[in-house]
């Protein structure tokens, strides 16, 4: 069934006034600016395309959207793991790509990683080992890029990262050791770009991170003593940034804010972690010490995070950074006392950020912010009263992020909202009931959604709902 943007909302104000009167008006009474969507979703109903996506990671889905459609990996049970391709529809539109590993051992790809209108990936192949591929969606574009380490070994390419128009990653050779390796999608535009520890030990860069400032900022092992930030702009070597031993070492994601570039490196000897600032690859600064930060977002030029104040508090809230000393501080005591609200789960829409958390009275739910403490509160209580709905994977698909919410008679299933409380709906159950979907990975690829969640039997499927620009739904 097919609902038009205009009866979408309309179910949309049903559904979450059904829930709670709480989740359609703002706690301060104040209303809640509409977000001018220009995608839609066609229908409530993700369709199941009745194949298992592998996740070679917990809980992580490996997939990317290409020209053809999503890349991803699956086994048959017959050819084992190899690379498919699905264009939204079951049958003959989710397919399997290429058989790279002739016979059921399969050739195990991996690391899905989207560059420009291409996809790299590694992969097994019996006659040069683990190495680098990539494919346009089609069986004839997807192809070996190059033997990196010649012979049926492999370079075993790892960390995966788009940067202007190539993909950079670490990748070993008999000469060098896992060092940074970049390629173009050919043979000859697939070099070593730089050794970044002489002879054969490794550097093993990962950790890759984008800055707004053109840099390409990553970590290395330095003989599994020290840990390095480096940057480097894609032309000159890379430069070193900052250092630090290896244990306990970096302990949360490089986080891009504009050219400034925020990371938390850990205290030896169980002790706080800190806080740290490079703007545009200057000398680092320490804005401070915490006992723990959790998640990270860059909003409006500022890093949110959520944080304890001292090791050993319960009290994580949420804070704001400008990159100064004197910019970095609480931005809300969402919980006042000594537990705290535990912010988590953060995704970006626009110019606020969308998290779980829990003010004590009425479960973990969703809050929002724009950055001030006025404008920091409860989004919606999914769950009415002390009961917890429990937002998870947050996801930013062009105008609405898709994530998992659990409300009574109904377990761990698939939402998404437009930023509005009157546009936040639950979709359809992937697994009816109380039983959990515990759906993830929200890629969009063409005119559709693809999710990933469990069926009733417990067993985790590929999914798709269609989502097209608004006004242009089939009929």
Same mark, same amino acid.
């Given at each position: 069934?097919?609902?038009?943007?205009?009866?979408?909302?309309?179910?949309?104000?049903?559904?979450?006034?059904?829930?709670? !009167?709480?989740?359609?008006?703002?706690?301060?009474?104040?209303?809640?600016?509409?977000?001018?969507?220009?995608?839609?979703?066609?229908?409530?109903?993700?369709?199941?395309?009745?194949?298992?996506?592998?996740?070679?990671?917990?809980?992580?889905?490996?997939?990317?959207?290409?020209?053809?459609?999503?890349?991803? =990996?699956?086994? !048959?049970?017959?050819?084992?793991?190899?690379?498919?391709?699905?264009?939204?529809?079951?049958?003959?539109?989710?397919?399997?790509?290429?058989?790279?590993?002739?016979?059921?051992?399969?050739?195990?790809?991996?690391?899905?990683?989207?560059?420009?209108?291409?996809?790299?990936?590694?992969?097994?192949?019996?006659?040069?080992?683990?190495?680098?591929?990539?494919?346009?969606?089609?069986?004839?574009?997807?192809?070996?890029?190059?033997?990196?380490?010649?012979?049926?070994?492999?370079?075993?390419?790892?960390?995966?990262?788009?940067?202007?128009?190539?993909?950079?990653?670490?990748?070993?050779?008999?000469?060098?050791?896992?060092?940074?390796?970049?390629?173009?999608?050919?043979?000859?535009?697939?070099?070593?770009?730089?050794?970044?520890?002489?002879?054969?030990?490794?550097?093993?860069?990962?950790?890759?991170?984008?800055?707004?400032?053109?840099?390409?900022?990553?970590?290395?092992?330095?003989?599994?003593?020290?840990?390095?930030?480096?940057?480097?702009?894609?032309?000159?070597?890379?430069?070193?940034?900052?250092?630090?031993?290896?244990?306990?070492?970096?302990?949360?994601?490089?986080?891009?804010?504009?050219?400034?570039?925020?990371?938390?490196?850990?205290?030896?000897?169980?002790?706080?972690?800190?806080?740290?600032?490079?703007?545009?690859?200057?000398?680092?600064?320490?804005?401070?010490?915490?006992?723990?930060?959790?998640?990270?977002?860059?909003?409006?030029?500022?890093?949110?995070? =959520?944080?304890?104040?001292?090791?050993?508090?319960?009290?994580?809230?949420?804070?704001?950074?400008?990159?100064?000393?004197?910019? +970095?501080?609480?931005?809300?005591?969402?919980?006042?006392?000594?537990?705290? =609200?535990?912010?988590?789960?953060?995704?970006?829409?626009?110019?606020?950020?969308?998290?779980?958390? +829990?003010?004590?009275?009425?479960?973990?739910?969703?809050?929002?912010?724009?950055?001030?403490?006025?404008?920091?509160?409860?989004?919606? !209580?999914?769950?009415?009263?002390?009961?917890?709905?429990?937002?998870?994977?947050?996801?930013?698909?062009?105008?609405?992020?898709?994530?998992?919410?659990?409300?009574?008679?109904?377990?761990?299933?698939?939402?998404?909202?437009?930023?509005?409380?009157?546009?936040?709906?639950?979709?359809?159950?992937?697994?009816?009931?109380?039983?959990?979907?515990?759906?993830?990975?929200?890629?969009?690829?063409?005119?559709?959604?693809?999710?990933?969640?469990? !069926?009733?039997?417990?067993?985790?499927?590929?999914? =798709?709902?269609?989502?097209?620009?608004?006004?242009?739904?089939?009929?």
């Amino acid at each position: 069934m097919r609902y038009s943007c205009c009866f979408l909302m309309l179910l949309a104000q049903l559904l979450v006034r059904g829930a709670s !009167d709480a989740a359609t008006q703002d706690p301060a009474g104040t209303p809640t600016p509409q977000v001018v969507n220009p995608w839609a979703i066609c229908t409530r109903t993700a369709v199941s395309l009745g194949v298992t996506p592998v996740e070679v990671q917990p809980r992580v889905p490996d997939m990317a959207r290409s020209p053809a459609g999503l890349v991803f =990996s699956s086994d !048959d049970g017959v050819l084992g793991r190899e690379p498919w391709v699905s264009n939204g529809s079951p049958g003959a539109g989710t397919r399997l790509l290429k058989e790279l590993f002739p016979g059921p051992t399969g050739s195990n790809p991996t690391q899905f990683t989207r560059v420009g209108d291409r996809v790299f990936f590694t992969a097994d192949d019996p006659a040069v080992g683990n190495e680098l591929f990539v494919t346009d969606g089609t069986p004839a574009g997807t192809q070996l890029v190059k033997d990196i380490w010649p012979g049926p070994l492999g370079s075993f390419p790892n960390s995966l990262f788009a940067f202007k128009g190539m993909v950079y990653f670490s990748a070993g050779d008999v000469a060098h050791g896992r060092e940074l390796w970049r390629s173009d999608g050919t043979a000859a535009g697939t070099i070593l770009v730089q050794e970044l520890t002489e002879g054969v030990e490794d550097s093993s860069p990962n950790q890759f991170a984008a800055g707004g400032d053109g840099g390409l900022y990553f970590l290395i092992d330095v003989r599994g003593t020290f840990t390095l930030l480096m940057r480097t702009d894609g032309i000159s070597d890379a430069a070193e940034i900052f250092r630090t031993t290896t244990d306990p070492g970096f302990l949360r994601p490089l986080t891009p804010v504009g050219r400034k570039l925020f990371f938390v490196v850990g205290m030896s000897h169980g002790g706080d972690v800190s806080l740290m600032m490079t703007d545009s690859g200057a000398t680092p600064v320490t804005l401070g010490h915490f006992g723990d930060i959790r998640a990270l977002a860059a909003l409006g030029g500022r890093l949110l995070f =959520s944080a304890t104040p001292e090791k050993g508090s319960s009290d994580r809230e949420l804070w704001i950074s400008d990159g100064t000393v004197a910019g +970095t501080r609480l931005l809300e005591d969402l919980r006042p006392g000594p537990l705290g =609200s535990s912010p988590d789960n953060f995704a970006v829409l626009g110019n606020r950020l969308f998290f779980s958390a +829990t003010e004590g009275t009425n479960g973990v739910e969703l809050w929002v912010s724009d950055g001030t403490a006025a404008g920091t509160h409860r989004f919606a !209580d999914l769950e009415v009263g002390a009961g917890s709905s429990s937002p998870r994977t947050l996801t930013v698909v062009e105008d609405q992020f898709f994530f998992s919410a659990e409300v009574q008679g109904r377990g761990a299933e698939p939402w998404v909202s437009n930023g509005d409380r009157l546009g936040t709906v639950a979709l359809t159950e992937l697994a009816r009931g109380p039983l959990s979907s515990n759906p993830r990975g929200f890629v969009r690829s063409g005119g559709y959604v693809f999710i990933t969640g469990e !069926d009733a039997g417990g067993v985790r499927r590929l999914f =798709s709902i269609t989502y097209r620009p608004d006004g242009t739904c089939p009929p």
